[in-house]
Each structure stands twice: as structure tokens, then as C-alpha cells.
């Protein structure tokens, strides 16, 4: 809710009436770079009718989709007054078609859920369909709050650190090339516009949560100019939040920082590969990678998914996945949609049936994925009776 | 003594429902462990306009039904009237109902062809203004035992309800000449055809048809025209076609068969959906719902009160019936949703109980009891 008002704030005032182009035209560095209008989509309205949303649901590779079944099994129990669109992409696929698709669904329906979407082709012209995802909606802030389930048994505890990460430049640009064979060089993008936008979010996001502290974390003793800049404009934006304590860190210290003493920490604001880094570390910390979900915004879509970012194709179809981080997203998104009563019903059964102690197989439990869907709508159900 | 037998019904009545209740809640928990999924019990609300003409005898018809099928809906009635403006409820009020309970289930309001006031909306028109709904849904679907000219006509009419035509905006500029606006607007075309698009896709439906008279009126709907090919670009898995209205009346009435999902301004959709409505069984059988962002209100899909037949017992409870069943769809009570169009469908394809708009002697009491009597 306080991350959508954020969202709104920071949206441009000005919207150029246009329906965008569709993806495949256009190659990764087009899209990149040649693509100034990405922020100024037409406000078609979302789909929402009679108090019902619709929401495209991304089920993903591994796990994901026996995960999106839980939630469906779990919202319809509940009576969710959502409906989800699936959109199924072919990993296999040599062709963007799929992919477009899911790009214009996400489009008309203005939010999403997903799984981790497999790439398994290796043509250039092929992007890796979660950077298309988040480039070409403009997803430009993803947003992962890390909170400690007190019956996890984890090194750490009351750890609670949100990070904000920019979603949609640094090293994920894919401007790779072989200029002499042998030597490959991959290109590393910083802009000012972009890291401006996620500086504010995270700073606006840290001043409506009542949070104390910002941190940039970075590596600008070594790429003085490009994490030079992300860091001189967290400085700068910085400035006009007085209230807020404002320090930085070098990527390799933070992971030493986080693994000894993380409740240091409070907000870390993070370029993209050192965000899917601390993240990850984070959620090992808290228990692995199928505990918490993830939010990525942009100034008109939203993408919800679980934290860290693993297909979990190794543990597909054995009923041991947890459903925990998706289940999580989907009370994020039903939050993010207002309904609000839905959200925290939901959220409180989690919290109980993890605190309980039914735990899946990454948490040192012997529950399936079943059992642990089954406890949870037991509790909704005495819940709301 | 009357009393005391009352309050002893009472007692009774309220006994077995909680007996039923505990039944239920039993069945959910066993078969929740075995592993499929139940829908939750507890109470939705609903509010309730019975409407003019025959609309309270729909509306107990509907009340009849749902006591005896044991649905968890309670309704919160108000009679609202423009024909009977001392007996309304305010309309502040009913809306505020619909806003908070955000579903309703309503008859039709007659409205009358002058203005005592000399105001010139309708009151329908305030309460689709007060709430915005703007989109009306009319799925026009061939009712099995109902004979028409044409068999397994399935197609749905999208009409935008709050602009066009329908603006109220009339003036007498010189004597003898009186000039009425109709309002067209990109923001309200858009939004109506993404609701129609995004309709087909939930529905899993593979056309959409707009139809408009962009020939003559160019600007006005050349821009309602524009605005549904501007969205259609996004739904590129629906075929996407245009008709002009005159033609689209003439093909619906020969080959209805050949349209899926219809998009229409105003005044152009209250047409197609009688005509539509005319060809499965007439205005008894065809159910309508009308949406805003927030809220939904069912009503049937062809607006008329039948107020020749008040009280005679004669009207056909169908279309209300389609309603509720509708309505018990949207807040997610499908298995009662599916128990009651059952019966629907059961009683209407024996055809022994029929009312008289489609060939039968029976009542509108004896078509009920039919329904209930087939409940399972």
C-alpha cells in the first residue's frame, strides 16, 4: 500500500498518449537505449470490474507452477475477488510471440504474479525473458523486504531490512560483444535518470515506513565513474531527506556486514547485480530461498514474484517446493489491489502455520508442500469463521 | 396462540439451519484433507431493488429459491420507483447500499415518456451516473426447451450506459426545433472496449464485434470506431471486426450465429440487446449485469416491468432467476450458482411447467416451486 502511494508519487506528471510497440522489433539494445518512450504508455484503464481484478499469472519453469496452483487453490477457497489470466511462455521457443504476449497482458491488466521464467534458448536475438520483462514494462525499482518468521530456525534473528534494487540497467544491459576473439567485453550501464528514480523511491519508501536509515551499497573505489555516479546521486537525493541517516558501503563489506551484524542494516539501496546478491544473502540468512517475495515497480505496472529469483527446477513435481515465497507474493499483490482484508487474513495464516512449525524440507521440516498449503487454509478458515 | 405457533416455527426453523450449518462445516473440513477444494461458508450481502411492474414477484420468486437452496446471501431491500416517487427509498441511500455491499440484484424501473419535474434524467440514468456503471453485460444464450427461430444462439452485447445518447442533454434552441446531444468521448469508448476485450479473454471468447455508424455520424462514432481498434491492437489472440448498426440488426435476426462478443455505444446497444433478448424466448428469459470499477448490479437483460401483468401471477421468473445465479457466480458461491441453473435448465427442458410467454398454462408460483422442487 505505502509502496503504491510511493509509486504514484514519483510517476511523471506528464503522459503521452501513445500504445506502445510490442517488444519483438526491437533488439535488447534498442530497447535499452532507443526507447525514451517506454515511461509514457497511454492510461488505458486496469482491469477491474465489479470489485474483481484481473491479473496475469506468469506460471514460470520448475516449480512455479504447481506453486500458482496453490494460490489459485488458496484464493478461490478464500474467495478471492481476483481472477488470473495464465500466460504460458515455451522455454524452447526461438521466437519472442510468447513472450509479447505476456508483455501485453501485463499491460492491460497492470499487475502481475510470476514464477522464474526460463530462457533455455541460446540464439543472440533470444532475450532472458525476465530482463525483458522488467526492461520493457520499465520496472525500474524492485523492492524486497526482509523480515525474520520467528519459528525459523535461522543464525540471525529480528533481522528486518528492506532492500531496493534498480531493476532494469548495470550489468543487466546484455550489451555483450567479442570484439577480438578471445577478449569478450560486457557493458555496464549507469544513468542518471534511473538512478535517480530508485534513489528517491527508496528514500521516499524509507520516510512514509518510518524507517531510519539508507544505505548505498557499491564498489566505486573500482568503477569510479559508473558506481561513482549511482552513488553521487543517492548523495544528492540524500539531501533533501534531512531525517533520514544516510551512509554507504562497498558490496564486499556489506556481505561481510550482513552475515556477522545485519540488523545494522535498514534500507539497502543497491544497483542490480549487487541487489540480486545482497538478496540473496539475505534470504539465506533468513532461511532460504522459499520464504519471502518480491515487488517490482514501475511508474504503471507491477510485477510480484517470489524473492529470490531461482527456478528450483531440481525439486519440480516432488510436492517438497515451499509455496511459502509464492503464496507471500500473492498477498503482496492482493495488498498492492486493496483488498486489504483478504491480504492480512492470508498473511496471518502464513505467519501461523510457519511459526507453528510446519515447515517444508529447506527448513529442516519433513511437510510436503500439500501439508503445508492444507495448514494454512485450515487457519484462514477458523480465521474468518 | 397465533404468536406462540410462530415463535415455535420459529425455534424450528432456526434449529435446523444451524443443523445444517454444522453439516456443512463438517463436509468442508473431511474433504478439505482429502484434497480438493471447497469454497468457504459465510454470509454475503446483497442489496435489493424489487423495481416496478412485476419485479417484487420476481424478487420473491428469486427470495424462494435461495431459503430453499440455503444460499448464504442476505439482502438488504429497498424499493426504489420513479413511476412512485412517494414509496422510493432516496436514491443517496440505495446507492451507498450497492457501494458498500458491491453487488445487487435489481428489477426493472419503469420510466415514464414525460418529466413532471422537467428534469430530464431518469432515474436509472442517476443511479448508473451515482455508482458509474458503465459497461452493461447481456448474454443472449438460447435456453435448452425454449423454441425459437434460431438454436444455440451464444453471444454476449457490451453496451456503454453513460454517455451517448443517454446524456440528457435536450434543449429547445428556437420554437419547433429541439436539438439533443449525444456524447462521445475517447476516455469512456476506450474504457468500454477494453472491458469488452477483456471480457472475451476471461471468457475464452475469440471475437469481438464493434458496431457503430461511424458512415454518418464520423466524428461521434468515428471515435467510439477509433478507440476500439486503438485497444484491439493489444488483444491480438481475438479477431477483432466492425459492423454498422443497420446491418448488424438485419445479420443478428438472420445469421446470430456469426457474432461472439458485441461492442456498442448507448443507444445502439439498448436496441441490439431487445432484439437479441426477442430472439432466445423474449424479455423472461434473457439475464443482464451492468459494472463499474466497484460494483456490480444485476438486473434483466431486456428492460421491461410487464406492468400489464401485475399481480396475475403470469411472469415468467427466468431472467431474474439467471440473475441470481449470475450473481451468486461473481461473489464466488459457484456450487450453489451451478445447483440453482441446474433446476433452471431441468424444469425448462421438461417443459411441463411452463409460463405463458413460452407456450405453457402454468403460474409464476407453480414455475418456482418447479425449480425448487428440482434442486439437488
Known amino acids: 500500500m505505502a509502496a503504491r502511494s510511493v509509486i504514484k508519487y514519483l510517476r511523471p506528471k506528464t503522459v503521452v498518449p501513445q500504445i506502445h510497440r510490442c517488444a519483438s522489433a526491437l533488439s535488447a539494445f534498442e530497447i535499452q537505449h532507443k526507447t525514451p518512450t517506454i515511461k509514457k504508455v497511454m492510461p488505458i484503464p486496469k482491469a477491474h470490474y465489479g470489485g474483481r481484478h484481473t491479473v496475469t499469472l506468469l506460471p514460470g519453469a520448475g516449480i512455479g507452477p504447481e506453486l500458482m496452483n496453490y494460490v489459485k487453490e488458496v484464493s478461490k477457497y478464500f474467495r478471492v475477488p481476483v481472477d488470473f489470466e495464465d500466460v504460458e511462455i515455451d522455454p524452447n521457443a526461438n521466437d519472442n510471440v510468447d513472450l509479447d504476449y505476456a508483455i501485453t497482458s501485463i499491460r492491460r491488466n497492470g499487475v502481475a504474479l510470476k514464477g522464474n521464467i526460463e530462457t533455455r534458448s541460446t540464439e543472440a536475438g533470444v532475450l532472458s525473458r525476465n530482463v525483458a520483462l522488467r526492461n520493457e514494462l520499465d520496472l525500474y525499482v524492485n523492492v524486497l523486504h526482509c523480515v525474520s518468521y520467528p519459528g525459523v530456525n535461522s543464525r540471525h534473528k529480528n533481522i528486518d531490512i528492506v532492500i531496493v534494487r534498480q531493476n532494469t540497467e548495470g550489468e543487466y544491459a546484455m550489451l555483450e560483444h567479442e570484439s577480438v576473439k578471445g577478449v569478450v567485453e560486457s557493458m555496464k550501464v549507469i544513468t542518471s535518470v534511473n538512478s535517480e528514480r530508485v534513489a528517491r523511491y527508496a528514500f521516499e519508501y524509507a520516510k512514509r515506513n518510518g524507517r531510519k536509515k539508507v544505505t548505498t551499497v557499491h564498489k566505486a573505489n573500482i568503477m569510479k565513474l559508473s558506481d561513482g555516479l549511482f552513488l553521487e546521486i543517492s548523495r544528492r537525493v540524500a539531501k533533501d531527506y534531512p531525517d533520514i541517516t544516510h551512509n554507504n558501503m562497498i558490496i564486499d563489506n556489506t556481505c561481510m556486514q550482513l552475515v556477522s551484524n545485519p540488523h545494522q542494516f535498514d534500507i539497502i539501496l543497491t544497483t542490480n547485480l549487487y541487489g540480486a546478491i545482497v538478496s540473496n544473502v539475505v534470504c539465506g540468512l533468513l532461511g532460504g530461498a522459499g520464504l519471502l517475495a518480491g515487488k517490482n515497480f514501475g511508474d504503471h505496472y507491477t510485477i510480484f514474484e517470489p524473492g529470490t529469483r531461482n527456478t528450483g527446477t531440481g525439486i519440480a513435481g516432488k510436492n517438497i517446493a515451499n509455496p511459502i515465497a509464492m503464496l507471500n507474493a500473492a498477498v503482496d499483490m492482493l495488498r498492492h489491489l486493496g483488498h486489504k482484508h483478504h491480504a492480512s487474513l492470508i498473511q496471518n495464516a502464513i505467519n501461523k502455520t510457519i511459526n507453528q512449525g510446519v515447515h517444508t524440507r529447506d527448513l529442516g521440516g519433513q511437510a510436503t508442500s500439500r501439508e503445508v498449503v492444507d495448514t494454512i487454509m485450515k487457519h484462514i478458515k477458523t480465521a474468518s469463521d | ?376
Open chain 2, 1 to 376: 396462540m397465533a404468536l406462540l405457533t410462530r415463535n415455535i416455527c420459529k425455534v424450528f426453523s432456526q434449529v435446523i439451519i444451524k443443523y445444517n450449518l454444522q453439516t456443512a462445516q463438517i463436509g468442508a473440513v473431511r474433504s478439505l484433507h482429502v484434497g480438493t477444494t471447497v469454497e468457504q461458508e459465510g454470509k454475503v450481502k446483497c442489496t435489493l431493488i424489487p423495481g416496478d411492474g412485476v419485479g417484487p414477484e420476481l424478487v420473491v420468486s428469486v427470495q424462494n429459491v435461495f431459503k430453499a437452496a440455503n444460499v448464504p446471501v442476505d439482502f438488504e431491500p429497498y424499493f426504489l420507483s420513479e413511476v412512485n416517487p412517494t414509496l422510493s427509498a432516496p436514491l443517496e441511500q440505495v446507492s451507498n447500499s450497492i457501494a458498500r455491499n458491491r453487488v445487487c440484484l435489481k428489477g426493472i424501473l419503469a420510466t415514464p415518456d414525460h418529466s413532471s419535474t422537467g428534469e430530464l434524467q431518469t432515474l436509472n440514468m442517476k443511479l448508473r451516473k451515482s455508482l458509474d456503471l458503465y459497461s452493461n453485460v447481456v448474454h443472449v444464450k438460447s435456453l435448452p426447451g425454449v423454441t425459437c427461430r434460431h438454436k444455440n444462439v451464444d453471444c454476449v452485447i457490451i453496451r456503454e450506459q453513460t454517455e451517448g445518447e443517454y446524456s440528457a442533454l435536450e434543449h429547445e434552441s428556437v420554437k419547433g426545433v429541439v436539438e439533443c446531444l449525444k456524447i462521445v468521448t475517447a476516455t469512456k469508448s476506450q474504457r468500454i472496449a477494453k472491458f469488452a476485450f477483456d471480457y472475451a479473454v476471461k471468457h475464452n471468447r475469440k471475437k469481438v464485434t464493434c458496431v457503430h455508424k461511424a458512415n454518418i455520424m464520423k466524428l461521434g462514432d468515428g471515435l467510439f470506431l477509433k478507440s476500439c481498434q486503438e485497444i484491439a491492437k493489444m488483444y491480438p489472440r481475438i479477431t477483432f471486426e466492425t459492423m454498422i448498426v443497420d446491418n448488424c440488426t438485419m445479420q443478428m435476426v438472420s445469421n446470430p450465429h456469426q457474432f461472439d462478443v458485441m461492442v456498442l455505444p448507448n443507444l445502439y446497444g439498448n436496441i441490439l440487446d431487445n432484439l437479441a433478448s426477442g430472439l432466445v424466448g423474449g424479455a423472461g428469459v434473457v439475464a443482464g449485469a451492468s459494472y463499474s470499477p466497484e460494483c456490480v448490479v444485476f438486473e434483466p437483460g431486456a428492460r421491461h416491468t410487464y406492468s400489464e401483468a401485475v399481480g396475475k401471477n403470469v411472469a415468467n421468473p427466468t431472467a431474474m432467476l439467471l440473475c441470481a445465479v449470475k450473481l451468486l457466480h461473481h461473489v464466488n458461491l459457484k456450487r450453489y450458482s451451478e445447483q440453482i441453473r441446474d433446476a433452471l435448465n431441468r424444469v425448462l427442458n421438461d417443459g411441463k411447467v411452463l409460463t405463458k410467454d413460452l407456450g405453457g398454462q402454468s403460474s409464476t408460483t407453480e414455475f418456482t416451486t418447479a425449480v425448487i422442487h428440482c434442486l439437488r
